[in-house]
């Protein structure tokens, strides 16, 4: 799994003009599902972003995790984050999993977070979808399951 978390002051999702989700203070995530997650990747996924401090305190060192500052996420499904560029110029997305298998993961991401106590928003899996964002900072942090849950 491969998140891309940009600390927003605002963000919303539509699809074809209709809003989806919109959050104030907090973060977008895009959210990426490779072929070897699990449902336990997309757990301790969750579990490691809600832990995450990169939220400032009132010295404005990054101190806070997202419960703490009382914000919100804004997740989008984003399989482009598997893209491969090895070769030519067209980016290859074989290594993304197949929607019937990303969507229950997504959804698992996604009600994980929610269990944390943690307002969520989506977007709509497989959509095209317009994202605007106001970055706060900007501040992005970029997840990994493979580099990142050790």
């Known amino acids: 799994m491969r998140l891309v978390v940009q600390r927003v002051a605002r963000a919303s999702v539509c699809e074809a003009g ?3 989700g919109e959050v104030g203070p907090g973060a977008v995530v895009l ?3 490779g072929h070897d997650d699990t449902p336990e990747i997309v757990e301790r996924m ?3 972003l ?7 305190d009132a010295d404005g060192r990054t101190n806070l995790a997202i419960a703490d500052g009382g914000g919100a996420l804004l997740v989008v499904s984003q399989f482009t984050l598997y893209a491969d560029l090895r070769r030519g110029r067209r980016p290859g997305f ?3 999993a197949l929607p019937e298998v ?8 996604v009600e994980r977070l929610r269990g944390h106590g943690v307002a969520v928003e989506t977007g709509r899996f497989g959509a095209e979808m317009a994202v605007e964002l106001v970055n706060d900072g900007p501040f992005t942090l970029i997840l990994d399951s493979e580099r990142d849950l050790g």
């Open 46 to 48: 969750a579990d490691k």
């Open 18 to 20: 209709e809003l989806l």
């Open 31 to 33: 959210a990426g599902i």
């Open 102 to 109: 990303a969507t229950p993961l997504i959804d698992r991401f």
């Open 50 to 56: 809600i832990g995450l401090r990169y939220f400032e």
């Open 94 to 96: 074989m290594a993304a």
